[in-house]
């Protein structure tokens, strides 16, 4: 059974940085595409970032590009977002979700389009 279990979740101030980590089993994860996405308290779900499965192509949410980059291990089955200069706005509960694919497939931002979801990891930004 696949699972994805993320972690690395905290308060953290403004302008602070954070790693979040995406471990998968149960599915090969070099066939998915790998992305995050967060929910802030009473807002929808909205994606924030994606990577191919090889690791080489990545998209990214206005909001998070160029403080916020997503990468990937292969050989370790994990996933990541590197988070820098926070701001409150960032806090939500960030999801990892994975998505299989072909090599050549684009990426896609669309939350219905991945097979597979985490449960969480709170990231709380404040002063």
């Known amino acids: 059974q696949a699972q994805l279990v993320e972690s690395g979740g905290g308060l953290v101030q403004p302008g602070d940085s954070l790693r979040l980590s995406c471990r998968s089993s149960?599915?090969?994860?070099?066939?998915?595409?790998m992305a995050w996405f967060r929910q802030a308290p009473g807002k929808e779900r909205e994606f924030v970032a994606t990577?191919?499965?090889?690791?080489?192509?990545?998209d990214y949410a206005d909001s998070v590009k160029g403080r916020f980059t997503i990468s990937r291990d292969n050989d370790k089955s994990t996933a990541y977002l590197r988070m820098n200069n926070l701001e409150p706005e960032d806090t939500a509960t960030y999801y990892c979700?994975?998505?299989?694919?072909?090599?050549?497939?684009?990426?896609?931002?669309?939350?219905?389009?991945?097979?597979?979801w985490g449960q969480g990891t709170q990231v709380t930004v404040a002063a």
């Open positions: 149960g599915l090969t994860f070099s066939r998915h595409a």
């Open positions: 990577i191919a499965r090889n690791g080489r192509s990545s």
């Open positions: 979700a994975a998505k299989h694919t072909i090599l050549t497939a684009p990426l896609t931002r669309g939350e219905g389009a991945y097979d597979y």
